[in-house]
């Protein structure tokens, strides 16, 4: 168990419409990152938020949008789905955002667009 | 553009005998880390060991170990005394500050019996 903790562990879903994953990251983890799995495109960096702030941007689409609360949560919101958003949705935390810092992942979130 | 290159898609190896899962990256950055992360077919990525850019000596956690050759930008995983437990994609990332990560495709590893 890493200690992050993501829900819901399963979605499915219609096209069109709109989800929300959440996560809780690790006990005195400031970084959240959101990633994508999907069997075509691999692993790819979605998104990062340190400490209640938005640091970097990978491969999010302009449909997706994400943000980290206060108490350091944060939930990936995904609108007007399309069947190609149909994967597997981590997320990880890390102390800080150094190059050194591991990123412990979350059981993920298998979403199904259909 | 970071690239993590892992040209094995697939790999068996005998219980208990030891095998290479092979990992290159591409970077300018002075400052970088090298992981490798297991994911069973059950789905979660599991951290297995880390390397530092400035690390002198190749780490070793249990039954893995990274043989991290610099100027090759090469980060090898060796897993030793193979298990029947240990059948599952591995997959190497390197960070930079900032800590994006970028993934490897990743190796299928059975093990066999």
């Known amino acids: 168990d890493s200690g992050v903790t993501q829900t819901p562990k399963h979605l499915i879903t219609a096209t069109g419409q709109r989800v929300t994953l959440r996560c809780s990251p690790r006990s005195g983890d400031l970084s959240v990152y959101w990633y994508q799995q999907s069997l075509d495109q691999g692993l790819q960096f979605l998104i990062q938020?340190?400490?209640?702030?938005?640091?970097a941007k990978g491969n999010i689409l302009e449909r997706f949008s994400a943000q980290q609360f206060p108490d350091l949560h944060s939930e990936l919101n995904l609108s007007s789905l399309e069947l190609g958003d149909s994967a597997l949705y981590f997320c990880a935390s890390s102390p800080g955002w150094g190059a050194e810092d591991t990123q412990y992942f979350g059981p993920g979130t298998r979403l199904t667009v259909l | 553009a970071q690239k993590i290159t892992q040209t094995q898609p697939g790999m068996f190896v005998q219980e208990k005998e030891a095998v290479t899962l092979d990992c290159t990256y591409d970077t300018s950055d002075p400052s970088y880390g090298l992981f490798w992360y297991k994911q069973p077919s059950s789905g979660e990525m599991i951290f297995l060991i880390y390397?530092?850019?400035?690390?002198?000596q190749n780490a070793t956690e249990g039954r893995y170990s990274l043989n991290f050759q610099k100027a090759r930008k090469s980060a090898n995983l060796v897993i030793s005394a193979s298990q029947l437990g240990d059948s599952a994609m591995y997959f190497c990332a390197q960070s930079r500050t900032g800590n994006q990560f970028y993934f490897g495709t990743g190796t299928s590893l059975t093990v066999i019996p």
């Open positions: 938020y340190y400490n209640g702030e938005e640091r």
């Open positions: 390397q530092g850019s400035y690390d002198q």
